[in-house]
């Protein structure tokens, strides 16, 4: 069974996370470290992917810095998508020479973790044909976007827990409408508890993936990189 080591890392800024993820990547295509999974939340900020279209960012930039929220161009797939607060976001860093190397499956196996998070708490998560993520009552409540270099994952999915969803207007979230989004705490009508959500979402990883996983034993929130690279190794 394949060891991966789970990294809890609170609410950090898109730059030291995506500085994290390439190094600890480069790490795991050396072979000098087991799998990982990030767990985090982002400040506000929009990241567009290799498919993105400007059009789908619907305000200007002076309003998007007038607000605090930067626009990156990075390169997993997908479209326009939006982090902030209350979304619970997942960067895999998996071998996936160890999976097969089969890209179509670790997708479906992405949205396969969510469904079945979701569905501890009563909700039915859903495919939908042809459109990455996971859907509830035709509105996305996770969306998905990858990076794979040297078969090793990077970026990975951004589930909507207790997410301002005010926040999806400055944008057309992957191509749809604002509105087609929604997230568990509009769907359950009350707040979620994200340690709790976190510790079933981890389950759920450890077993369609069928790793052995490993918890640092703190949350680590000020992002030291040396100290959280030295966590993994």
Known sequence: MVKCRVLDLGLVSYEKAYDLQRKLHKFRREGRIDD????????????????????????????LQSKGIRVFEIDRGGDVTLHCPGQLVGYPILDLKIYGKNIHRYLRNLEEVIIRSLKVYGINGQRIENHTGVWVGG???????????????????????????????????????????????????????????????????????????????????????????????
């Open 36 to 63: 990982v999974l990030i767990l985090l939340e982002h400040e506000p900020v929009v990241t567009m992917g290799r498919g993105g279209k400007r059009d789908n960012i619907l305000v200007s930039d002076e309003l």
């Open 139 to 233: 509105r996305k409540v996770a969306s998905i976007g990858i990076g794979i270099k040297g078969w090793v994952t990077f970026h990975g999915f951004a589930l909507n827990i207790n997410s301002d969803l005010s926040y999806f207007s400055l944008i057309r979230p992957c191509g749809f409408e604002s509105r087609m989004v929604t997230s568990m705490s509009e769907i359950l009508g009350r707040s979620v508890e994200p340690k709790d959500f976190r510790r079933q979402l981890i389950e759920q990883f450890r077993e369609v993936f069928n790793l052995q996983m490993e918890e640092h034993g703190k949350q680590v929130s000020t992002l030291d990189s040396k100290e959280i690279v030295s966590c993994s190794l």
